[in-house]
């Protein structure tokens, strides 16, 4: 029972950064997946990795898993580098504009 804690990453379907700022404790797979014969699903007879516990901090997180005996390893994010514009986003529709117009 080995467990990874980490603060997740945006998805590609937002631009901003809401459900970052939370750290995650998430066990581990215990058992590989496998392909049921009859109806094709893929299921598993692990029940921890249904389980994704959620901490305010890095250290609530660490002190749980101490707490309650569970080996973990913990991952750094990696800050997100902030898109900033010389002139503003308005400046794509600027009027005066000298070069090409292109996507």
């Not at 699903?41 to 997180?61: I, N, Y």
Request: charged share 25%.
């Amino acid at each position: 029972m080995f467990a990874r804690i980490y603060r997740p990453a945006k998805t590609a379907m937002q631009s901003g950064t809401a459900k970052t700022h939370q750290w995650v404790l998430e066990y581990a797979p215990e058992q590989a997946k496998a392909i049921d014969p009859l109806m094709g699903w893929t299921g598993s007879g692990d029940m921890r990795g249904q389980v994704k516990l959620t901490f305010d901090s890095r250290e609530a997180a660490e002190d749980y898993a101490r707490r309650h005996g569970i080996p973990f390893q913990a991952y750094e994010p990696k800050e997100r580098k902030h898109n900033i514009r010389a002139k503003g986003y308005g400046a794509n529709f600027a009027t005066e504009r000298r070069g090409a117009w292109t996507h």
